[in-house]
């Protein structure tokens, strides 16, 4: 098993920043993917932006240029910095993992809350 814990959610005005910081423990040997998810009120569960333990990275387009994912795979940490933030940035954001050893195994944290609003 793997558990992820957020931090760094909160209220921010519209071109404000916020850091979003996920932290993961447990079986951690073997994680190839982390990454951000989030859902607004009434949407599904939409893809941020990912990181590999390579180090590639995917960001959804409503994001690109604006947010930036990274990993420390030492620390088994993935930070989201949003910068440039928006209303339709407001949702609750979740960490991911993926962790493959025969099968793919997906992990999600509990989600922390980002607010864009003046």
């Known amino acids: 098993q793997v558990q992820l814990v957020e931090s760094g959610g909160g209220l921010v005005q519209p071109g404000g920043s916020l850091r979003l910081s996920c932290a993961a423990s447990?079986?951690?040997?073997?994680?190839?993917?982390m990454g951000w998810y989030r859902q607004a009120p009434g949407k599904q569960r939409e893809l941020v932006a990912t990181i590999t333990s390579g180090g590639s990275t995917n960001y959804a387009d409503s994001v690109k240029g604006r947010f930036t994912i990274s990993g420390d795979s030492a620390k088994n940490t993935v930070d989201l910095q949003m910068n440039s933030l928006k209303p339709e940035d407001t949702g609750v954001y979740f960490c991911?993992?993926?962790?493959?050893?025969?099968?793919?195994?997906?992990?999600w944290g509990r989600g922390t809350q980002v607010t864009v609003s003046s």
């Open positions: 991911n993992a993926v962790r493959i050893v025969i099968n793919a195994e997906y992990y």
């Open positions: 447990g079986r951690v040997f073997s994680i190839n993917v």
